[in-house]
Every structure is written in structure tokens, then in C-alpha cells.
């Protein structure tokens, strides 16, 4: 675990955690955040405007409940709007969490130890902005339940042949086990947080999420091992995840949507779409409580060169679309790509080539990948880009299908731009309230980054 | 009134490397009831106080085959037998549809089993444990590191097993009440 610390600083690059620090001052400061510093003025305007986001959120959705779909934008033939782009968009972002948790743990990238927890809070708080969507979306949602197989008096069961229901599978897993990862990696940390909070009602709710955790070693070697097999399942998981949210459009026949590239391209886009947020949420964070000797400039640089592998996968996932619409011989696909192009959405095609495919190559250079206001500012355009995407892929292919007949324009009311930026808003709300209670970088794996951590023989 | 019952003798240590190594002479010296306590996982103290038997990985095995086995059945049995529903002239037991949700549930089952089976087996949650009466205990949670002797070693006697640890040149010594 310390030889990557090592051969960094040999190396002479930006170290995991700046040199000097002990266990104790790890613990020492990155508690602080949440047992001692006050909250400030900027927290509570800030958790204000996005608690108001929430609400004007949940305003939407209580019109929606209360008038029908038909307050939305989509309608024949565009029957999925704002909510399976904003689903998809959602879910993608969530993945780089469960990317820097599990996938990084296996390959022994020791730097995600910094990382890793926020960044799975960001998984969970994804999964639910795009958890609402689906189930507001089906028309009669207190019915919502239906897509679970239960005994139910219709005497009917799901049709498990649908890439719908694999979806509902695939979502409510990747949920559940995230959750349950977030909060296994946190219990150690609430038993640091018991031993110091001072405030009787704070030792009290560390006490009991810390399940009375303290630290045998034999608790650690199976803690260890289910925290191993755990990543070695959310590996395969988060890569089936955005797998199956791709079936649901390639198994589909749409033009635009029947292609094989599908699933390696949305996985691609998946992570691209969640380092960026990342850098958004890490940039500000280290910058305001002052974690700059945790969160370094080592890792504001391997996140933009993750996000700069994908975003090239996922020019090539584009580069292969408009080459097998030509090779395939199909009209229909090579009209699709026409009418991005020319179409009466080329607009919002050349903005997203732009966003995902031209801008971020200036992150083949140094010094934007080690520049924090540039970073931010390339990963706000990326994840403008990847929201682009899943708009063309939607919204373009189902405006203009076989039939000309049955073409038609989608335009957005004001009650999906509501919803939409309300989502943003509790995901920024619940990532305040998570900065403020609980530790944002996880003190133990930090522990065992430091040279005080390796033992011989 | 006072009963005198007590859980174990425990030392503290300053460093990972010390405590590994005294945990090691303990249980050479023939103490096999011991256990230490850490701020992170160290590697290779498990192997020292005499712990060798992880089941975790079984737990998430039979978890792991439980839950796609149910997952398939499920499936099939709703599909092909219960409610065989033609869709698409596809036959009711079209098992490659089926593939995905045995996946998820395969990976569900174990990893709630990967996670409720480490706590099982830990036997948390425990809020109480002997161990928190020591007050220097509270930092084990930050930056010390802890070997305990417990009482209901055949080896242990107060005066002697708290010599032995003496000899390991810890930082404090203490006595746990039960």
C-alpha cells in the first residue's frame, strides 16, 4: 500500500498527501470539518439556495402528480423528454464513484484513498436524482410499483424480456450496493468521530452508525476481505449498470439506437461524465476547507487524464456511429447521421462535439490539467456535453424515425426545466448536509498511506 | 458490593511495526486469548495473534449462488410457468433475456452477504464492549495502537502477565474492568 507514496515523491511529482503528516494530524483534520469548525455563512447560503432548488423540485413534481405528463414536453413521437436524458445523465455521473471505489481499490491506485469517499457520496446522491426520474416519468406513478415482481391479486408477473426490467433490476442493485459500500467504509470513521465528537448527542449518533467498531484485528482481516469482495463485485456491476441503461435503446429498433457500440460507449461516457463532476465537487471542497495536502495536485491530474482516456473513447464511440451508418448501407441510419448534422437539432449536435470532443483536448497539455480554475471550468463543459448527448441520442433519433409521417419536434416546458434543475439542487443540498456530518475523506485509508502505516516482518 | 472481574490487561503502543511485534512475542510466550486493536488495518496482525480462519469469502459465495439461482428461477418460473406470455414469438423460457437479472441478483445477494456477513462474524453491532472502559482506548480510534491479554487465558495470571507485557516496553499498561 505505501509503495506508490514512496516512488511519487521519487519521482518528483505532486505526492498523494503532502510530507509531515501523522495519524494524528490526518484525524486531526479532516475531523475538524466536522466535530469543531463552525458552519460558516457561505454554507447556509449555499444549502439555502439548493434546500429552495429541492423545493421548487418537488413543486414540479407535485403538478406533475397532480395534472398528468401532459404538463411536460414529450408527446408522440417523442415519448421520452427530459426524463430518460436527465435519468441517463444522472446515473452516468454516479458511476466515476463507484469507479474510484472499487475498480481504483483493485488496481492499487492508493491515491483514490483521498478521493474515494466523496466521491461514492456523489454515487449515492446521483443514484438518487435518477431514481426520481423513472418513477415519475410512467404516467400513473403511485403505480410505480408495479415493475417489481410481487404476488399481486392481477395474477400477472413482469416480462423479465425487457430491457426495461432489467433496467429496474440493474438500478435497485447498484443502489443498494452502493449504499452499502458508502457505509462500510464509513463505520471506522464514525468510531474515530465517537472517540472525539465532545457534544453528548453527536457521540451518541456516531455511536450507533459506528455499529461499535474498535478496530481488532480480526474485525480489520474480515472487514478487509469483505471490503475486497465488495469492490470485486461492484466492478462488474457499475460496468453492467450503464450496460443495460444502453439496452434500453439498442435492443430498441429506432435508428440511431440500434448499434452494438452502445454499451462500451455509455460506460465511457458514464466515467467521463463522473470524473467531471468530481473535479467539480473536489476543486471547491479542497479549496474551502483547506484538504489541499489531501487532495493534491496529483490528483486533480489523474482525474483529467481519466476524464481524457474516455472522452477519446467516447469520440471514437461517435467516430464509429457515423462510420457503421455508412458502411451498414442502411438509409435510415445514415439519415440519422444526416439529420444531426443538417437537421433541425444540428445546433445542439455541434454544441456537443464541441463540449465533449474539442474543448477537453486541452487537457493533453500540463498545465491545465494541474490549473484548478481550469479544470473546473473543462469539466463544467464536459458535463454540459454528456447531458448534450443523451439529448441527441433521445430526442434526434425519435424525432425523425421511418415514416415521415410520424416526425415531430420536442421542446421542453418549463415544468421539465424545473425538475431538472431542482434535481441539481438536492444533489448539491444533500452534498452540503454530507460535507458538514460526516467525514469527507475517509481517515483510515488515509492512515495507511502514511509511512507510520508499513510494517516488516 | 465490588466484584472483582476483570476482562483482560492491556497495553498500548506507539507504532504499527511495535505493536506487530509485540503481539508476535505474546503469542510466542504461549498466550493464545489475545487481541489487538489498531487505527487501520495493519498488514499481517491478524496472522500474529493466531487468527487464520477468514469465512467471509464462503458467506459470499453461498450469498452469491443463492442469489442467482433465485434470481433464474424466478425468472423462469414467473415467465414459463406461472404466466407464460407470448412477446414477440420469443419462447416463455427465453433464458439468454434472462441472463441480466441472474447477474444483478447474483451480485446483490453477495454483496449483502459481503457486508452482513462481516458484521455477523465481527458480532457487531456491539455498542458495549469491556475494552471501551480504558479511558487512553479512545485512541485507538486515532493514532495508538493496542495488545490485550484476556483473562480467560489459561496463561494469565495479573502479577505475571503484566510483567510479560512490562518486558515489551509499551507506553501505558492497563487492567480492564469486565
Not at chain 1, 439556495?49 to 408527446?75: D, H, N, R
Request: hydrophobic share 50%; with cysteine.
Amino acid at each position: 500500500m505505501n509503495e506508490p507514496y514512496k516512488t511519487t515523491i521519487e519521482a518528483e511529482r505532486a505526492p498523494v498527501i503532502e510530507p509531515g503528516h501523522t495519524f494524528g494530524t490526518v484525524t486531526e483534520k479532516i475531523s475538524a470539518i466536522v466535530l469543531t469548525r463552525p458552519a460558516s455563512n457561505g454554507w447556509f447560503a449555499g444549502f439555502g439556495i439548493f434546500f429552495l432548488l429541492t423545493m421548487m423540485m418537488l413543486y414540479a413534481i407535485g403538478y406533475l402528480f397532480l395534472k398528468g405528463i401532459g404538463i411536460w414536453g414529450s408527446t408522440i413521437p417523442i415519448g421520452w423528454g427530459f426524463a430518460i436524458v436527465n435519468f441517463v445523465w444522472w446515473i452516468g455521473i454516479g458511476h466515476a464513484g463507484t469507479l474510484i471505489s472499487a475498480i481504483l481499490l483493485l488496481l492499487r491506485q492508493s491515491w483514490r484513498n483521498s478521493i474515494n469517499r466523496f466521491a461514492e457520496a456523489m454515487t449515492l446522491f446521483a443514484v438518487a436524482c435518477a431514481g426520481i426520474f423513472p418513477a415519475i416519468h410512467v404516467g400513473r406513478p403511485w403505480l410505480a410499483y408495479w415493475l417489481f415482481p410481487y404476488p399481486n391479486t392481477m395474477l400477472v408477473w413482469p416480462q423479465f424480456r425487457s430491457p426495461l426490467m432489467w433496467d429496474v433490476f440493474a438500478v435497485s442493485t447498484y443502489a443498494t450496493i452502493s449504499a452499502l459500500f458508502w457505509f462500510i467504509g464509513l463505520v471506522p470513521d464514525m468510531a474515530t468521530l465517537r472517540d472525539r465528537a465532545t457534544h453528548p448527542a453527536a457521540r451518541i449518533a456516531y455511536g450507533i452508525l459506528s455499529l461499535g467498531w474498535r478496530g481488532s484485528a480480526r474485525h480489520w482481516h474480515r472487514y478487509e476481505t469483505a471490503y475486497l469482495l465488495l469492490a470485486g463485485l461492484a466492478t462488474p456491476l457499475v460496468l453492467s449498470v450503464h450496460t443495460v441503461v444502453s439496452f434500453d435503446f439498442a435492443v430498441g429498433i429506432v435508428p440511431g439506437w440500434h448499434t452494438t457500440i452502445f454499451p462500451p460507449y455509455f460506460v465511457a461516457g458514464a466515467i467521463y461524465s463522473g470524473f467531471a463532476m468530481v473535479l467539480m465537487l473536489a476543486i471547491p471542497i479542497r479549496k474551502i476547507y483547506g484538504l489541499e495536502d489531501f487532495i493534491t495536485e496529483r490528483h486533480l491530474e489523474n482525474s483529467a487524464k481519466v476524464m481524457l482516456a474516455t472522452g477519446l473513447i467516447v469520440a471514437y464511440g461517435y467516430g464509429i456511429e457515423a462510420f457503421m451508418s455508412w458502411y451498414s448501407g442502411d438509409r435510415y441510419d445514415a439519415f440519422t447521421i444526416w439529420n444531426r448534422l443538417h437537421g433541425p437539432y444540428a445546433i445542439p449536435y455541434y454544441m456537443l462535439l464541441t463540449c465533449n470532443i474539442f474543448i477537453p483536448q486541452v487537457l493533453w497539455i500540463r498545465k491545465f490539467r494541474t490549473n484548478p480554475v481550469a479544470l473546473f471550468a473543462v469539466s463544467f463543459v464536459v458535463l454540459v456535453g454528456m447531458w448534450l448527448e443523451r439529448f441527441i441520442i433521445v430526442v434526434v433519433s425519435l424525432s425523425r424515425d421511418f415514416l415521415t409521417s410520424s416526425w415531430g419536434m420536442y421542446y421542453p416546458t418549463r415544468w421539465d426545466w424545473m425538475t431538472y434543475i431542482g434535481t441539481i439542487g438536492m444533489f448539491l443540498a444533500l452534498m452540503f448536509l454530507f460535507l458538514r456530518l460526516l467525514p469527507a475523506i475517509s481517515i483510515f485509508e488515509m492512515r495507511t498511506l502514511l509511512p507510520g502505516a508499513e510494517v516488516k516482518e | 458490593m465490588k466484584r472483582e472481574r476483570i476482562y483482560g490487561m492491556m497495553a498500548e503502543f506507539d507504532s504499527a511495526q511495535h505493536l506487530v511485534d509485540a503481539a508476535r512475542l505474546t503469542h510466542q510466550a504461549g498466550y493464545n486469548k489475545i487481541d489487538a486493536y489498531s487505527p487501520f488495518p495493519v498488514e499481517g496482525l491478524a496472522e500474529e495473534i493466531g487468527f487464520h480462519h477468514d469465512e467471509v469469502p464462503l458467506v459470499v459465495l453461498i450469498g452469491g449462488i443463492i442469489g442467482g439461482t433465485t434470481g433464474y428461477l424466478m425468472q423462469w418460473w414467473m415467465s414459463a410457468v406461472d404466466y407464460p406470455l407470448n412477446i414477440g414469438g420469443k419462447p416463455p423460457h427465453s433464458w439468454p433475456a434472462f441472463i441480466v437479472i441472474t447477474f444483478e441478483m447474483t451480485i446483490l445477494f453477495a454483496g449483502i452477504s459481503a457486508v452482513f456477513g462481516m458484521l455477523a462474524l465481527n458480532g457487531l453491532p456491539m455498542p458495549y464492549h469491556p475494552v471501551f472502559n480504558v479511558p487512553r482506548f479512545a485512541l485507538a480510534s486515532k493514532d495508538r495502537f493496542f495488545l490485550i491479554v484476556f483473562s480467560s487465558d489459561p496463561k494469565y495470571d495479573p502479577a505475571g502477565t503484566r510483567a510479560f507485557l512490562e518486558g515489551l516496553q509499551p507506553r501505558s499498561i492497563a487492567e480492564v474492568p469486565s
